[in-house]
């Protein structure tokens, strides 16, 4: 029996060779959902620069956006999901904002609750001082709950340049503070309450480090970028400290750095965190061109964190500063590439999407706008959480402008992932020479509710499922077939002895799958073939003398 293969018919003795079926990284799709605007978005608003998310509600940063004829005054907004709608929810803006202070700049959100960074808002008279505000929602509503200031701020160190929030934790970021060595706050909530906590600096920063340039929070861990940190003899490699918190007191656990780091990488220029895993940009890593970038993943707890991989493009170029801004949510990290030339369009940017399978990163997905906005910088913000993922682009065209604007992508992940679950492991026959026999092996499909296991069926030499390898006394019925959901398939494995001597014959039946985590499943097929063949006893006829 044969099959058609890519056009062509391809026959391999008893049974036919199908290539694998399992799903690659590239038939995860990605699609475009929606892209959200401001109802009164304006030329250089710059929606986009910053995005987050928290399951159906999306917060978007518009710091250049001008309030009441305050130019650059800025402005954050709520979109909210309905099955596959999305809608403004809200306009944040800050009751006391000024002209220039960028409100906006930095974005946060958890549950019910936004933190938005203002990185040049004035304190008691000091310029550059920066603050972030805290607003909460009930019901569509949202007010602000808090304007959170340090209280040893100085002019320009420009407190929330960046802001993460996980419950009623808050993290501000001043990577400007004392000569730009940097340091970062944080604050947390009791009641309605929010009060200073710590502050944070590396232990063996220097000036113009600029640590806390890029932060997150997970929990009572904390990561701070230092994207200008010297690392031996490398200017401007970039470090990432993490902080642990016991109690109310944060601690320094460990420093790190790329494996292969080299000078002017700016490791750290962007971070995320999530459940003990850890993803840090590097926006001028050179891997095969200069300018290229690249993220590093690592995994770890408390003070033991270690390199998991490295993270780069498959189609990257000079300048295309991937890992400008990095996200993480479970095995799913997003990062940008705002200077990436997407289809032909130069510097319109791109972001990608990586997957984590047995603690191995692949690029699952390549995300670009649906039509070109050259110089859009789209990836300069990423948000990713489950199949969902957010990717802001501040000088997109809207309306003829270039207003920004932020787009939402889901995976077709989201849909049902069938498992595959094949029984036996092994079938052993024992046969007289001229005699056959077959045994079912049990194919079900034990994944998600409503989805479809693909399976085809081809015989190997070994249990690696690798070069297909013809066993004439081996067949199978059927060779290929689908599962629905919590149903099986039973594939009967027959065996002849018809034509073999006696002795052991060995065979591995190799189930290709659907399963995006088990392309083959081998099955170990054992034939003993012994003694006397039933046609030679009669051969003469019953009545021979």
Not at 87 to 112: C, M, R, V, W
Not at 130 to 146: I, K, L, M, N, P
Not at 239 to 245: D, I, N
Not at 517 to 535: E, H, K, R
Request: charged share 15%; with cysteine; glycine share 12%.
């Amino acid at each position: 029996m044969t099959l058609p293969v890519s056009g062509a018919w391809i026959a391999l003795g008893a049974l036919a060779f199908v290539p694998p079926a399992a799903a690659a990284p590239w038939d995860i799709d990605w699609t475009l959902r929606a892209e959200l605007t401001a109802s009164d978005g304006a030329g250089s608003d710059y929606l986009g620069r910053s995005v987050s998310l928290d399951g159906d509600t999306v917060v978007v940063g518009a710091a250049g956006a001008d309030i009441d004829g305050a130019e650059s005054e800025g402005a954050a907004y709520v979109f909210v999901r309905s099955g596959d709608t999305w809608t403004q929810q809200a306009k944040l803006t800050a009751p006391d904002g000024a002209a220039g202070d960028e409100f906006g700049f930095a974005a946060a959100i958890s549950g019910d609750t936004i933190v938005v960074g203002a990185r040049f808002a004035a304190i008691d008279g000091i310029d550059g001082h920066g603050a972030a505000y805290v607003f909460v929602r009930s019901g569509d509503t949202w007010t602000e709950q808090a304007k959170l200031a340090a209280d040893d701020g100085a002019a320009f160190d420009e407190a929330g340049f960046s802001v993460a929030i996980d419950g009623d934790t808050v993290l501000v970021g001043a990577p400007f503070a004392n000569a730009s060595q940097g340091k970062a706050y944080a604050f947390t909530r009791a009641g309605t309450g929010w009060a200073y906590q710590a502050t944070f600096a590396a232990d063996d920063g220097a000036a113009s480090d600029r640590f806390g340039l890029s932060l997150a929070v997970d929990g009572d861990i904390a990561i701070f970028g230092s994207p200008s940190a010297q690392i031996g003899a490398n200017g401007y490699q970039g470090a990432a400290y993490v902080f642990a918190r016991s109690a109310d007191a944060w601690s320094l656990k460990t420093k790190l750095t790329a494996s292969d780091g080299a000078a002017f990488d700016e490791f750290g220029v962007s971070v995320a965190l999530d459940a003990g895993t850890a993803v840090v940009g590097a926006h001028y890593a050179d891997v095969v061109y200069s300018g290229q970038g690249a993220a590093y993943a690592f995994v770890g707890s408390g003070d033991a964190w270690s390199e998991e991989g490295k993270l780069v493009s498959d189609d990257a170029f000079f300048g295309d500063e991937f890992g400008f801004s990095v996200a993480v949510s479970g095995d799913t990290a997003a990062v940008g590439a705002l200077f990436a030339d997407a289809g032909g369009t130069e510097n319109e940017g791109e972001a990608y999407i990586f997957t984590r399978g047995a603690g191995t990163w692949s690029e699952a997905a390549k995300l670009f706008p649906d039509t070109a906005t050259m110089g859009g910088e789209f990836g300069i913000g990423v948000a990713v959480e489950s199949d969902t993922a957010i990717v802001g682009a501040e000088s997109a065209p809207v309306a003829g402008d270039f207003r920004g604007a932020a787009y939402v992508f889901s995976s077709a992940s989201a849909t049902p992932v069938p498992a595959a679950q094949v029984s036996p492991g092994a079938l052993s026959f024992s046969l007289a020479p001229g005699t056959s026999d077959m045994q079912p092996i049990g194919i079900a499909n034990v994944g998600d509710a409503g989805s479809t296991l693909a399976f085809s069926i081809y015989e190997a030499a070994d249990a690696t499922c690798g070069a297909p390898a013809d066993a004439a006394w081996l067949d199978a019925m059927p060779i290929d077939g689908s599962v629905a959901a919590g149903a099986s398939q039973d594939v009967q494995v027959s065996a002849d002895a018809s034509a073999l001597d006696d002795g052991e014959y060995t065979a591995w039946v190799c189930v290709s799958t659907s399963d995006p985590v088990q392309a083959f499943v081998p099955v170990a097929v054992t034939l003993t073939v012994s003694g006397t063949n039933p046609d030679v006893i009669f051969e003469d006829g019953f009545d021979a003398p």
